[in-house]
């Protein structure tokens, strides 16, 4: 396989080596989903021969070229900011979208996951931190997207919880801040939606640089990409 982003670098950074560094100290019951957007396959393969089958990426073509290329049990997951009419291409494979933005794109999701006769699990995105660019939806959005109630009638999709990207800030106070809102934000909903829904249980926050925080602050998902495949070449 080749791919236009693999540099030589790639080949000699030692993935398995670091996705067993990040495994020894992530606490049982939470999930490391390998982010390997922009690194190639081959990457991805060795991951996988170390027993990871987790992975997310944020584009679709991307994500179809390494579904296509790399074994079927891998269980994809969708982090980047999803257009409504890219939903059709992945929704015969993909297991979770972890990015749902708005009642739109859930809408649509549920539609093509009905067409593959599928049921896709899905995360609300969050938006809690600082900065103005990221994705998500603001807590009171995400309070009128359940109170509004559509959502109960989609019958193939699954809200399995949230998602949420903190800021990009070494500060830990903040970073703590914005994990702890996001945790107490999922108690609310938990506690007003979906309390006798076992499904409802994932808090997705947790990135390469600020993991162990969002560990502590309730995580029972991490994202981890660049200390597993090292830098990314854009
Ligand atoms: C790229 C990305 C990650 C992984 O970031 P790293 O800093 O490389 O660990 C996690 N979540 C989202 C939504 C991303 O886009």
Redesign the pocket.
């Known amino acids: 396989m080749t791919s236009p982003n693999m540099s030589s670098s790639d080949m000699d950074y030692d993935v398995k080596g670091h996705l067993r560094e990040v495994l020894a100290s992530l606490p049982d019951g939470v999930q490391l ?1 390998a ?1 390997s ?1 922009f690194h190639p396959a081959e990457s991805i393969a060795e991951a996988y021969a170390e027993g990871q089958r987790v992975f ?1 990426e ?1 584009h679709e073509q991307e994500l179809a070229r390494k579904h296509e290329a790399l074994p079927k049990d891998i269980c994809w997951h969708f ?2 900011h999803l257009q409504t009419n890219k939903v059709k291409y992945i929704a015969p494979y993909i297991n979770m979208v ?2 749902v933005d708005s009642l739109r794109l859930l809408r649509e999701i549920n539609k093509q996951a009905a067409r593959c006769g599928r049921v896709i699990d899905v995360l609300l995105e969050l938006h809690i931190a600082e900065e103005a660019t990221k994705y998500g939806l603001a807590p009171d959005d995400c309070r009128q997207l359940l109170a509004g109630g559509e959502w109960r009638a989609m019958a193939n999709v699954r809200i399995c919880g949230l ?1 949420m ?1 903190a800021s990009f800030t070494d500060d830990e106070r903040q970073l703590r801040a914005e994990f702890t809102r996001a945790a107490d934000f999922f108690d609310e909903v938990k506690q007003a939606y979906f309390a006798d829904d076992d499904a409802f249980r994932e808090r997705s926050w947790g ?3 600020d ?1 162990r925080l969002a560990v502590e602050c309730r995580s029972t998902m991490v ?7 090292g830098p ?1 070449a854009y």
């Open positions: 989903v982010i957007k997310g944020s982090i980047g972890e990015s998602m990207m990135m390469s640089h993991w994202r981890i990409g660049t200390a597993i495949f990314r």
